[in-house]
């Protein structure tokens, strides 16, 4: 598989130091290194911080990267994230995968319609809690312990917001806060030391009811609870 990366918003509000033009320009350079560490396909954010509405206009914008991509795997945030952003970015991710096909539907810019399948997994949320403090269980566990190192030095590259989350929500060692979640998600799988949890969408207007992409392709490191 070839990987994209994608951050809706620009981190320009992820500072208590630097103007916005500052901060947005190092947020960017953070995730093209952490994207490049990877050997993924960057593509550049559409909104600042807090504007990350469920509405057309942002949508348009998130489709046409879907139909540029036509992916047959995406990775999405959690339903139930703690943030307003990440839940709505779920939400445009989802919608934007649902019309890819649509003639009548115009991206911004405008792109082809595309008839490829597309298979959606939410990720876990943050803190593996929903907004109202339940634990969620995924129904899949990937197995991530002998690349938990790779997984940590990909998210060291994001310094800046190491730095806003310390000062805003006393998130210090936010590289041992992944390993602790990953941790937790591996104890649940009751096999795994360190995993990722996903669960998959409907299938209804992506793809075929069968269609299990990640778990084809992942199948020597995944456990399924039904």
């Given at each position: 598989?070839?990987?994209h ?21 190092i947020?960017?350079?953070?995730a ?8 993924a ?39 139930q ?18 019309t ?5 539907f115009?991206?911004d810019p405008?792109?082809?319609?595309v008839?490829?399948?597309?298979t ?8 593996n ?22 997984k ?34 591996g ?7 360190y995993a990722?949890g ?24 995944c456990?399924v609870?039904?």
């Amino acid at each position: 598989y070839e990987i994209h990366y994608m951050n809706i918003a620009n981190g320009c509000c992820g500072t208590a130091e630097h103007s916005r033009e500052e901060i947005i320009a190092i947020r960017r350079e953070e995730a093209r290194s952490a994207a490049a560490s990877i050997g993924a396909v960057y593509h550049e954010s559409l909104v600042d911080d807090i504007a990350i509405f469920y509405e057309p206009r942002l949508l348009a914008r998130v489709a046409a990267v879907i139909r540029e991509v036509a992916p047959e795997i995406l990775l999405v945030q959690s339903p139930q994230g703690y943030m307003e952003d990440h839940q709505n970015a779920a939400r445009l991710a989802v919608t934007g995968a649902f019309t890819r096909g649509m003639p009548n539907f115009i991206t911004d810019p405008p792109r082809a319609p595309v008839s490829q399948p597309v298979t959606v997994y939410h990720a876990q949320p943050h803190g593996n809690r929903d907004p109202l403090r339940h634990l969620v269980r995924p129904d899949i566990f990937v197995d991530i312990s002998s690349v938990i190192t790779l997984k940590r030095a990909m998210l060291a590259h994001h310094q800046s917001q190491k730095v806003w989350l310390d000062h805003t929500q006393g998130m210090d060692a936010y590289l041992d806060a992944m390993q602790d979640q990953s941790r937790e998600v591996g104890a649940m799988s009751g096999r795994f030391t360190y995993a990722e949890g996903w669960r998959r969408r409907l299938h209804l207007g992506f793809c075929d009811a069968t269609a299990d992409p990640l778990i084809t392709a992942l199948r020597d490191y995944c456990l399924v609870h039904a």
